[in-house]
Nanobody, 123 residues
């Protein structure tokens, strides 16, 4: 079993930055692809970013491309999401997720999920 715990959310003004962390426990996730998703009130959970087990491959939703950066430190069993130039429409609960194997973009393809961390961007 893999347990995931997000941290780093909070309230920030538009144009500001936040860095989210996702710490894994229970077993190493060094061979797992990791993803970040988000869910705003009344909306479905959506893909934000994904990273391969080695960190060599990353991909992003069009809405965050160029502003967000996903990275990982396998020695620390932790994945990060650096969010710059934040916009009010980025306001959501952000979730990290893990899956053995390659990167994927759909919620249904991930096996393990954290509880989420709230990000609120004020205008």
């Amino acid at each position: 079993q893999v347990q995931l715990a997000e941290s780093g959310g909070g309230l920030v003004q538009a144009g500001g930055s936040l860095r989210l962390s996702c710490a894994a426990s229970g077993r190493t996730v060094s061979t797992y692809a990791m993803g970040w998703f988000r869910q705003a009130p009344g909306k479905e959970r959506e893909f934000v970013a994904t990273i391969s087990w080695s960190g060599a491959l990353t991909d992003y939703a069009d809405s965050v491309e160029g502003r967000f950066t996903i990275s990982r430190d396998n020695a620390k069993n932790t994945v990060y999401l650096q969010m710059n130039s934040l916009k009010p429409e980025d306001t959501s609960v952000y979730y990290c997720a893990a899956r053995p194997g390659g990167t994927r973009y759909l919620v249904k393809d991930y096996d393990y999920w954290g509880q989420g961390t709230q990000v609120t961007v004020s205008s």
